[in-house]
């Protein structure tokens, strides 16, 4: 996008704004943008409270997994397994060790 | 639930992923359990933000470890391993979500309107440290609610880039959806969780630029 001579509005920034969080404009467009936000406070505002929400999720296990739920995994996958082994001959699927 | 769990003895965790999955492949029980193990946690909480529901997570991570049990022999190594899976746990959770919504689609090929501008309504600086504020359930809660009040196909979106740090490449590669699509999405979902979270870690009382409401 030739950003040369023409000012970049409110929504420009908002429809670049993934790729300006994510760091994926081009060097030139990326200098327009940080032009725009140092003059328009509103799409600062945007802009820092976006980052945050991205931020705020970032490392946040909101779910994780109950110990009961995992043995219950590696138990269905054992006796998969031992279904497969069975239906193959003593040869297939053993657990080594 | 008086079964054991697989009893195994613990993998190095530097073994190699395509190392693994060529003994998976091969028989090796304790490899697949090594795989499953690196992943599950991830699987796990995906399932559950997709579903909001933590039967249905559950059911997903099953059913995804256990499919890619029975086809690991079609599994080409041209992805990676973690994402042959997610984009199983995706499809399964979807699937989840479909049938509990059975009167309406749920689909991430959903027609929306990509060229439509996205809407800001909220525009106010938040607490320097809003996470600080809150304990981390209720934080938990707070950042929860939000993401399930998202449309299924942006929420899924958000949490594959944002929550689980994939690529937009893999994202796409997860979902059958061009890059373009990916893209787009994730700005919307991104903007209604800013929209939402606003409203609650937004900055009290000082109307600092005039723009607290």
Same mark, same amino acid.
């Given at each position: +996008?030739?950003?040369?001579?023409? +000012? ?5 920034? *908002?429809? #670049? ?15 327009? *943008? ?17 980052? %945050?929400?991205?931020?705020?999720? %970032?490392? +946040?296990? *909101? ?7 995992? #043995? %219950? *995994? +590696? ?11 069975? %239906? ?10 | ?20 999955? &060529? !003994? ?33 997570? /559950? ?5 995804? @470890?256990? =499919?890619? @049990?029975?086809?690991?022999?079609? @599994? ?19 699937? $989840? ?15 929306? &309107? ?12 938040? &607490? ?16 929860? $609610? ?23 490449? /893999? ?22 969780? !800013?929209? =939402?979270?606003?409203?609650? @870690?937004? !900055? ?10």
């Amino acid at each position: +996008m030739d950003t040369q001579n023409r +000012m970049i509005t409110c929504k420009d920034f *908002l429809r #670049e704004l993934s790729d300006y969080l994510d760091d994926a404009t081009d060097p030139a467009l990326r200098a327009e *943008l940080e032009r725009h936000i140092n003059e328009c406070p509103n799409c600062w505002v945007i802009c820092d409270t976006t980052r %945050k929400t991205i931020q705020v999720y %970032k490392g +946040m296990d *909101l779910h994780p997994l109950p110990e009961r739920v995992h #043995e %219950k *995994l +590696m138990d269905a996958i054992a006796r998969r397994a031992a279904h497969r082994a069975a %239906k193959n001959g003593p040869a297939g699927g053993a657990a080594q060790g | 639930m008086a079964d054991k769990p697989l009893q195994t003895a613990r993998e190095p965790v530097s073994a190699g992923e395509g190392d693994l999955v &060529e !003994r998976a492949k091969g028989g090796d029980m304790e490899a697949f359990a090594e795989l499953v193990r690196r992943y599950e946690r991830r699987i796990y909480r995906m399932a559950r933000q997709i579903t909001q529901n933590d039967e249905d997570a /559950e059911d997903v991570l099953q059913e995804s @470890f256990l =499919k890619a @049990f029975e086809h690991l022999d079609s @599994f080409q190594g041209q992805s990676k391993f973690y994402t042959w899976v997610t984009r199983i746990a995706v499809n399964e959770s979807l699937m $989840k979500l479909r049938k509990r919504k059975s009167d309406r689609t749920v689909s991430l090929d959903e027609n929306i &309107e990509t060229d439509e501008e996205p809407i800001v309504r909220e525009i106010a600086v938040w &607490e320097d440290t809003p996470e600080s504020k809150y304990s981390q359930e209720e934080l938990r809660q707070i950042l929860d $609610k939000a993401i399930d009040s998202l449309k299924p196909i942006f929420r899924t979106v958000f949490i594959l880039r944002d929550v689980e740090e994939l690529s937009t490449e /893999e994202t796409a590669e997860i979902l059958g959806l061009s890059i373009a699509a990916v893209k787009s999405r994730l700005l919307r979902a991104r903007l209604q969780l !800013r929209e =939402k979270l606003t409203r609650v @870690f937004r !900055r009290k009382g000082d109307g600092i630029f005039g723009y607290a409401k």
